[in-house]
Structures are given as C-alpha cells and as structure tokens.
C-alpha cells in the first residue's frame, strides 16, 4: 500500500486549461503539503494544512487553489495554466504540528507540461 | 530568515570513493537539521536526522554530524555504490510549525 499516492503521475495540457492533481495519504498524519519542484530540482513549499485547516500559503498565484476535504486528502487545483507552471508537484504528509518531527513522507510527484 | 545552502552538484564519482556533499544552515531557532534523498522518478525519503548540537545521524553507511560552531551538517559515505546515485537534499525545521526548508538539493553520479 503507498504511504502518499498522488495521480496523475504526468499530466500534459495546453495554456489556459485548468487542472487538478489529488493527494492522499494512509498514514493518518493530520499535516498535508504540496511542494514545488523547478527544473532545477529546487524544492519550494506551496501550501501546507492542519486538520484540513489551510496553515502555510507561501507566495503562490490565486490560480492555484487548494482543496482539504478530509486530513487524509488535499488536492491542488490550477487555473488558467501557463508555462512557468511546469514542474513536478509533490505532495507530502507528516504526523502534525504539535508532534512534527520535521519528517516528510513524499508522493511520487506529479509532472505537470504547459505546452 | 531560515535557509539552507549546499554545495552545486553534479558530484561525479567512481565506486568505492568517498563522498562529501556540504549543507551549512542559518542557526536561528535552534534547528533540527536532515538530510533527504531522491531517486530517480521517486519522491524524497528521510536519509538521516539530527536534532541537536554534536548529534550523529546515520543510515545507510552515510553519515553527518550536526555541527553548531560552523553550522554545518555535511553529508559523508566512506564507499559510495552506483545505487546511490540520486539527488540529495539537505533540510532544516524549527520553530512552532517545525516544516523543513530545504536546500537546492545535490546531484551524484556514481559511475562502475
């Protein structure tokens, strides 16, 4: 069974569409990320929930909406793709942030092309 | 604020060579400090940690030690194997919400 599953694995779309990639962990963790990975494998947190409660949105377009339905899911929802939105999405979990040991468990990552 | 620099890969070895990849960190909050790794195709995996000052993290055969008078924690393997090969990211957590920030992440190569 995987810890962190994310689909789609690779997602390819035209400029201007709107996307969604879903997350979902089996840990039971209580804290969700969506990290940023450039193509320069630089890592950048995006977003991060607590309970399904939004606690960390770093400076990331309004085109990027993510979604808690539950603390075992949060998906991302982009609109309005554009070029530079290219990279591979990660989603990740940890146990919560009164407990945080500062340890990730990562998805396989998503590849998302804007052509 | 908090950030973590490592040193530009790619790092190109041979089997059996011994590995230094370095990380230094900014030292407010006293943080915990990791080292994660990528494998191809695959998402990041906790390699090793240190929480505090003269901790040894260790797994794998790699090593680092969490050193506060240089604030560094670079990252060591006596033999490297071509199954190491990956990306290899180093990380720092503090604070209330303790979510790490990581490094630029180095590339290593290890050819037969």
């Known amino acids: 069974d995987t810890a962190v599953s994310q689909t789609p694995k690779y997602l390819v779309t035209q400029m201007g569409n709107d996307k969604s990639i879903k997350c979902e962990q089996n840990?039971?963790?209580?804290?969700m990320y969506w990290y940023k990975q450039d193509s320069k494998k630089f890592l950048k947190i995006m977003f991060s929930?607590?309970?399904?409660?939004?606690?960390i949105n770093e400076t990331v377009p309004n085109r990027f909406s993510p979604k808690s339905p539950d603390k075992a899911h949060l998906n991302l929802h982009i609109n309005s793709l554009e070029l530079g939105d290219s990279a591979v999405y990660f989603c990740a979990s940890s146990r919560g942030l009164a407990v945080n040991t500062g340890e990730l468990f990562f998805g396989e990552g998503s590849r998302l092309t804007v052509l | 604020g908090n950030s973590v620099t490592q040193m530009e890969g790619p790092v190109t070895l041979s089997e059996e060579a011994f590995l230094t990849i370095n990380c230094t960190y900014t030292?407010?909050?006293?943080?915990?400090l990791f080292w994660y790794v990528q494998y191809p195709g695959e998402g990041l995996q906790l390699l090793l940690k240190a929480t505090k000052a003269d901790d040894k993290g260790s797994n794998k055969g790699f090593e680092a030690t969490y050193r506060k008078e240089t604030t560094s924690f670079h990252l060591e393997k006596g033999s490297v194997q071509v199954s190491d090969s990956a990306v290899y990211f180093c990380a720092r957590a503090s604070g209330g919400s303790y979510i790490p920030t990581f490094g630029r992440g180095t590339s290593l190569i290890v050819h037969p």
């Open positions: 929930y607590n309970n399904k409660e939004l606690i």
């Open positions: 840990l039971g963790h209580d804290t």
């Open positions: 030292a407010t909050g006293y943080p915990s």
